[in-house]
């Protein structure tokens, strides 16, 4: 698999999961967030067409590229973006309310660093995303679907990690965080048996990560929060 380049090129065609990870919901977009995204998101945004997207040209430059999935409204990714302007973003999310969010920052920052993709980052790491093309990805507090007969629909699964193998570059990484332990346990277990992935020292420890909508309404609940980082093999 982590060989291999995107489905198109292969002559495969895309495989939907059979149950999504995230809930059907439009959310209610403030005015603002809609005329953004009617206004700019032919600025600050990626469509999927056929075949795999030419990222150097998108942001017009090489540059170490770091993909974030479920992105909420998209704060994180914006301090990132700021703090290295040297470095390229990009975003997957569903909800569209939380990219209206995103570009209204954008646009406001003036920061050239980011892009936006709409879409089920399943789908989206399929189709459109070259291998290997990300040096690091994050997913910070991915839907944490608590009860045991829905943890089929969490994000991280075995083959959802076979995708980011292919997507992240040997000697790349990956990071994820959660304040459900028992999603902790689930995503060390399928990382741990993948040889495409080694964990990182620095486990556990929330470390150069901004902090998340999603990771303080868990404080306010008393929720712990678990960091957990992996380096993709560099011999797989
Ligand atoms: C619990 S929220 C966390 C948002 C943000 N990372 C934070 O920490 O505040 C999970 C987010 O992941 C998005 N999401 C879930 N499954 C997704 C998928 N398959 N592709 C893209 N986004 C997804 C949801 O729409 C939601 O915004």
Known sequence: MANSITLEERGESFQPRPITS???REGRMTPAQKKALEHLWPRYSIDLGTGPLNLAAIFNRQAERILEIGFGNGESLLQQARAAPERDFLGIEVYRPGI?????RLKAE?????RVIHGDAWEVLQRALPNPSLDGVQIFFPDPWPKKRHHKRR???PSFVDLLECKIKPGGWLHLATDWQDYAE???AVLNQH???NPLANEGQSTQ?????FEARGQQ???GVWDLRFKRSVDS
């Not at 209206?100 to 209204?104: F, I, N, T, V």
């Not at 990560?209 to 909508?213: F, L, S, V, Y």
């Open 22 to 24: 995230f809930a059907r």
């Open 100 to 104: 209206g969010h995103l570009l209204l």
């Open 110 to 114: 003036g920061l050239e660093n980011i």
């Open 155 to 157: 994000l991280i699964q």
């Open 186 to 188: 689930q995503i060390k």
């Open 195 to 197: 040889a495409g992935f």
């Open 209 to 213: 990560r901004p902090c998340t909508k």
């Open 221 to 223: 609940q008393g929720h």
